[in-house]
């Protein structure tokens, strides 16, 4: 995913780069604008993209810290019940657990 963030951050920077270079470089005719102007839309695209997808990241990191939260409760809960009800359970996970 970072080579992809990395690869849409370059393209983004060459297009804008492009876009900039034709503006000040290019005599003011109709094809040179369309063709500035269609460079700055796929810079815009590129960037909402790579924006899009950063969101995405940040959802998903934030998605998998709950996950692991509630795994880790739901483990405690297991160890707390085979410690109730006094059941063995050779868990590492439950080695050292003080519940109750």
Do not use: P
């Not at 900039?20 to 700055?40: E, N, T």
Request: with cysteine.
């Amino acid at each position: 995913m970072a080579a992809t963030n990395a690869s849409l951050t370059r393209q983004v920077e060459s297009l804008t780069t492009q876009a900039d270079v034709l503006r000040r470089g290019v005599a003011a005719s109709s094809s040179s604008d369309d063709h500035v102007q269609l460079l700055m839309e796929q810079a815009r695209q590129f960037q909402a993209d790579f924006e899009s997808e950063k969101r995405d990241r940040i959802a998903a990191k934030a998605q998998i810290s709950e996950l692991q939260q509630q795994l880790a409760a739901a483990n405690t809960e297991v160890c707390y019940l085979f410690n109730t009800f006094q059941l063995s359970r050779t868990d590492e996970n439950c080695a050292g657990l003080e519940v109750g």
